[in-house]
């Protein structure tokens, strides 16, 4: 039996050499598992030491994460309505995850974000990038009065002292909004730097060039900013609940036929500015048409 057994054996060995045998499930699975792991840390390892830069979008844009622009996180509230969140979740679209803990941030905070980032994607992320205060005033066509650098160096404070998770199911961000906020006092300039990690935020199909002059117009409308935002991360919005719209925009209006008006009123205020071609509100269900396509890259 022994005899036949290896005569079988080497007959089989023989009869299969040279042939290919298809690779299992299981050693499929690993050798997926062993290539994702491998990408995550080549793109880990081009994170912590490559040069990274933002995407480039045209001057009369602005870019933002369409994470930012599809949840509470800059929330349409006033400044004195603002009040401080621990590890609080935040109203978001579905499959965006945001954690924060901070000051509350609002719609004047992500104004001052976009144009800093708008200055800062000239460098390389996590570099020091030095402005003037009113230089970034300047660049929002803002006012430079002493009031508005004051405002202006709480809201850089604000958005250095919180820490934001952002998770979805491409990525997980983690960290500061802007990493360090210094003041020279000599030179009265602002030194910024944002992390590298924020490239996380502006992967491909992420992130929305805002129109900059329509959301200027928009200025002291919070409700309005956040929901121009909201609508121009996406080419074909769909219709959504009003009660959807409360929590992404962060709206502390809890009377929900109030909150419908104050949406008709800002609606009213995109169709003005051309952002939205038109609008229908049938029961809680909120529907609008855009006036043009997204505009994410650098045409001519």
């Known amino acids: 039996m022994e005899h036949d057994y290896l005569v079988s054996s080497e007959t089989e060995a023989a009869a299969t050499k040279g042939v290919k045998t298809m690779p299992s499930l299981g050693d499929l699975h690993k050798r997926t598992k062993e290539i994702i ?8 390892e081009r994170l912590e030491t490559g040069v990274i830069q933002l995407p480039l979008w045209r001057d009369d844009k602005r870019g933002a994460p ?38 509350q941030l609002n ?21 020091e ?32 002292a919180c820490v ?25 300039h602002y030194k910024i730097t944002v992390g590298r990690h924020t490239i996380k935020l502006f992967g ?30 996406h080419e074909k919005p769909l219709p959504v609940g009003i009660e959807f719209l409360a929590s992404i925009t962060g709206s502390t209006n809890s009377q929900k036929a109030s909150f419908k008006r104050q949406v008709k009123i800002a609606l009213e205020e995109l169709i003005k500015i051309g952002s939205l071609k038109s609008y229908e509100i049938s029961s809680d269900l909120v529907a609008v048409n855009r006036t043009e396509k997204l505009s994410k890259r650098i045409t001519t």
Request: charged letters at 25%; a positive charge; one cysteine or more.
């Open 204 to 233: 491909d199909n992420q992130w929305t060039a805002v129109e900059h002059k329509q959301r200027r117009s928009l200025s002291r409308k919070p409700l309005a900013l956040a929901l121009h935002g909201y609508y121009s991360s």
């Open 66 to 103: 369409n994470s930012f622009l599809r949840s509470a996180l800059f929330a349409a509230i006033q400044s004195k309505d603002r009040c401080h969140l621990k590890e609080a979740v935040l109203g978001s679209q579905q499959g965006i995850t945001i954690k924060y803990t901070g000051e």
């Open 107 to 127: 719609q004047e905070d992500l104004t001052i974000w976009l144009a800093l980032v708008d200055l800062v994607r000239q460098h390389p992320l996590g570099t």
């Open 129 to 160: 990038c030095s402005f003037t205060a009113y230089g970034i005033l300047k660049h929002m066509n803002m006012d430079t009065g002493g009031q508005a650098h004051e405002k202006l160096r709480m809201s850089i404070l604000r958005m250095t």
């Open 164 to 188: 934001l998770t952002v998770t979805n199911e491409e990525y997980t961000f983690s960290d500061r909004i802007i990493d360090r906020f210094i003041v020279d006092e000599k030179t009265k």
């Open 37 to 44: 792991e491998r990408a995550r840390k080549d793109e880990e």
